[in-house]
């Protein structure tokens, strides 16, 4: 049977309690994903995570709620249809009219994730938000729970339907926000859950009486149109941290928004103040003339991503780039080519672009991710920005700036890749737990192939005490450098200002005029220059002293190679070891030895100078664990008077079975989870764009899982065996992960150059065997709802707490070890439910 016979077959056979879990299901991932964006924008993506994370544990308290229905249901002897059935609906209503009282109600508590430092009642707000996102997902979990374990011996049909609702919410997200901002985008998640309820609440077959039908459907109706009707004359606004960067701009003098704009990929501010001067690291000796001229604010997601700035197509008024560091390669350029190109990586507001064109470049590729920004430039402030994108000259490309160069057939005098993320975002740590193929040894590798002969590659990141982003570049450039074949102390370059640092690499040896020129040029702005080929050791630490210079010493020590790196790399403070795109966690600089530094320092410092992205994770992991045990426990204990005494004769084989259950369940939660992360993260490169590949990921994974759950429904009417086929999928499973994580990168690399429609093709096509991640599952569950149906709300309850501490666990994984042992650990995960599932085929529970 094709594909589309198999989708139309299975739409065409859905019911009305069916539709309603299609819906439910929907509707729980697309909440999921506004939640992450609207606390990007409000707090930080590492507190977003935390708290999203400890929220889903509604699906693990499900699992008690289900066991105590289950208990009085036995004991009360009442109707499955008519007591399951009508909590079905009760839950699906009360997410409705849970989800968006729960986001309103959370943009009004006063949490601040800066002052958890030094303020105990934030903690208490921090418990605020947990309470308040559980309910919604408590509400959903409990409804789908109930779908699937009420009718345990159509669970595999109705897991298809779990996992296509779910894929169908995820791309809705994407789709949701493409066209509106997340405050409007939650009018969509609400149209949803209460098209679910509403179908719930009608379906005949849930309600014993036929009054209380009407009556509930009648009531439920109602709350939800007295919410909506409350949400949409007065929505709630996405509550921002007064330590945001929009927050300071929005506190200058005669400050306001002019613009916004809203996609996926964030939101994007233009802010107008007369105090508004962008120009990082400029030199404390800048003559009066370079002065920045009239700049608006941009800002992505609350935070600062640069300036535009006003250009009337006069480079002689840009005389302030030239005192910045960042014009650092341009003055390495002893003979300019007359056709100089350049390559800005991150263009942003353009001010790498107004740098290329003051010193003559004839062609300038712009890379830029968000549309909405050079779209902002070309619209509304084309006049203001002198056209700056519709020059002739300028090339504006909407790419990822990685996947973009490593396609490219193209060479350039001068690639920049300059402050591509603000400094709060830098020094808070954000990006610790998040993948970062830009500054990977590999990436670095693609730069420097793609440079013309003289060329230079210059990376400029923010200035940290102690330095670790400035370390971690120049170790990652000599890992490149080695590999390519090349000698690395003739090629590099680092100078440091006041607030920046930049890295400068070639292919061929810088040459003595050169050196001769970024001297003069460093001396005459007082930036020191950490290090140059054959420099001495009086001539760094002169200008911005340090107590320690680690840049020097850092440097030396990364060059002489062997045991004297090695030994730097272990002594360090921070992890400044290379990134890979096997680990590419460019910005995880945590390591244990620093935890009594950071305690010592903990009143003392100000958040955002300590590396808490990493602990924060580690946090998360805990409390999930914690809470996880807690919430598998209490079903158990729910679930206790059945069964038999410690002496019975049966109460062995009962402990071996609730033994396999807990382990099947867990293997199958942090089996599934694992895979998903792990292939996010690989095909956010290939296809170079996050959020293309969150949606191709998620909502292929759980769409090709459906399918895989409706195929073994087929399966079982043909008489085969349900632990058989299930144990068969999670070899599938095992094997295909045991693939990929030695191959996958290595054959989609070449693949790059293709274009997206055929690489998110190649992508889904990567997904279609996991399709045998949707057996197990229900099988198994479809099965023990025949021997032992009293540990159903367990099984579920197992299965909902792995999944969520699988998230912090396999990014904590894939920081230690590297995503192919994500993949490994996921397959080792399925041989163990496999092979659980093999012992059940003589006896199941």
Request: hydrophobic content about 55%; charged content about 15%.
């Amino acid at each position: 049977m094709s594909v589309y016979n198999q989708i139309r077959r299975i739409l065409l056979d859905i019911r009305c309690r069916e539709a309603a879990l299609v819906l439910v299901s929907a509707s729980v991932l697309f909440y999921q994903v506004i939640l992450v964006r609207a606390f990007s924008i409000g707090q930080w993506h590492h507190f977003a995570y935390m708290v999203i994370s400890i929220a889903l544990l509604g699906f693990g308290a499900s699992g008690t709620l289900l066991a105590a229905l289950e208990r009085r249901r036995t004991n009360a002897a009442m109707s499955l249809q008519g007591s399951q059935g009508g909590w079905f609906a009760i839950s699906a209503t009360a997410f409705a009219v849970a989800l968006p009282i729960s986001f309103w109600l959370t943009q009004r508590v006063p949490f601040d994730a800066f002052l958890i430092v030094w303020e105990a009642r934030q903690v208490l707000y921090l418990g605020c938000y947990y309470l308040l996102l559980s309910v919604p997902f408590f509400a959903a979990a409990t409804a789908i729970g109930l779908a699937l374990t009420s009718e345990s011996e159509k669970c595999p049909r109705l897991y298809a339907y779990n996992m296509v609702g779910s894929g169908a919410g995820a791309l809705l997200a994407v789709v949701a926000l493409s066209i509106a901002r997340v405050e409007w985008a939650l009018v969509g998640v609400m149209g949803l859950a209460q098209g679910a309820a509403v179908v719930a609440l009608l379906d005949k077959k849930l309600f014993v009486a036929r009054g209380s039908r009407w009556l509930f459907a009648a009531a439920g109706v109602g709350i939800m149109a007295i919410v909506t009707l409350a949400y949409v004359f007065r929505p709630p606004s996405v509550r921002l941290s007064q330590y945001k960067g929009l927050s300071y701009a929005l506190n200058l003098p005669h400050a306001q928004v002019v613009a916004e704009r809203s996609s996926p990929l964030g939101r994007v501010d233009v802010v107008v103040s007369p105090a508004i001067r962008e120009a990082p690291g400029l030199s404390l000796v800048a003559p009066t003339d370079a002065v920045p001229p009239w700049q608006l604010g941009l800002y992505v997601d609350a935070e600062s991503a640069g300036a535009i700035t006003a250009f009337n197509g006069d480079t002689s008024t840009l005389n302030y780039l030239d005192w910045m560091i960042t014009a650092a390669p341009y003055f390495a350029l002893q003979d300019v080519p007359r056709d100089l190109r350049v390559c800005v990586l991150g263009a942003g507001g353009g001010a790498g672009v107004l740098l290329a064109l003051r010193h003559a470049a004839r062609q300038v590729d712009a890379i830029e991710l968000d549309p909405n920004v050079p779209q902002l430039l070309r619209g509304e402030f084309r006049d203001f920005a002198g056209g700056l994108y519709d020059r002739p000259e300028i090339r504006v490309h909407r790419a990822e700036a990685r996947a973009f160069v490593q396609a490219a057939h193209e060479t350039w005098d001068v690639i920049d890749l300059s402050l591509v993320d603000s400094f709060a975002a830098s020094a808070v740590g954000v990006g610790a737990v998040n993948e970062n193929y830009l500054y990977t040894r590999e990436a670095f590798e693609a730069f420097v192939s793609h440079l013309r002969p003289g060329g230079v590659l210059a990376v400029t990141r923010w200035a940290r005490m102690p330095p670790r982003d400035e370390l971690k570049l120049f170790a990652t450039a000599v890992a490149a450098l080695e590999r390519m074949g090349l000698n690395p102390t003739e090629r590099l370059v680092l100078i440091r200002s006041w607030a920046v640092a930049t890295l400068l690499v070639k292919k061929e040896p810088f040459r003595t005029p050169e050196l001769s020129a970024l001297r003069r040029w460093t001396e005459e702005r007082l930036f020191d220059a950490s290090y140059f080929p054959g420099i001495a050791a009086d001539q760094h630490n002169r200008f911005n002293v340090l107590e320690h210079d680690y840049y020097f010493e850092a440097a030396s020590a990364f060059l002489a190679g062997g045991q004297r790196r090695e030994q730097f790399f272990r002594d360090y403070a921070f992890n400044v070891r290379p990134a890979t795109d096997d680990r590419p966690y460019f910005f995880h600089f945590y390591r244990w030895r620093a935890l009594p530094l950071m305690f010592r320092t903990f009143r003392q410092s100000w958040i955002p100078f300590s590396e808490w992205g990493y602990l924060i994770l580690v946090a998360t992991l805990a409390q999930a664990t914690l809470l996880g045990i807690l919430l598998i426990v209490s079903p158990l204990a729910l679930l206790h008077r059945r069964i038999p005494p410690v002496d019975s004769p049966v109460s062995r084989p009962c402990s071996r079975g609730r033994l396999r259950v807990l382990l099947y369940f867990l293997a199958l939660g942090l089996g599934y989870l694992f895979v998903e992360m792990a292939l996010i993260q690989r095909l956010v490169f290939f296809l170079a764009n996050p959020i293309y590949a969150v949606a191709v990921v998620l909502a292929g994974l759980l769409f090709v899982s459906g399918l895989g759950s409706e195929f073994a429904a087929r399966q079982l009417r043909k008489g085969i065996s349900a632990t058989r086929l299930a144990c068969l999928a999670a070899i599938v499973v095992a094997v295909t992960g045991t693939v990929y994580a030695f191959g996958l990168h290595t054959i989609l690399m070449p693949l790059l150059s293709w274009p997206l429609s055929a690489r998110m093709a190649l992508a889904f096509a990567v997904i279609l065997p996991f399709a045998a991640m949707g057996m197990p599952f229900p099988l198994v569950l479809r099965q023990l709802g025949q021997t032992r149906a009293d540990l159903l709300p367990w099984a579920w309850a197992i299965n909902g707490c792995a999944s969520v501490v699988a998230g912090p666990l396999a990014t904590l994984l894939a920081l230690a070890a590297g995503l192919p042992i994500v993949l490994l650990v996921a397959s080792a995960c399925y041989a163990v439910a496999a092979l659980l599932a093999r012992t059940w085929q003589k006896g199941f529970v």
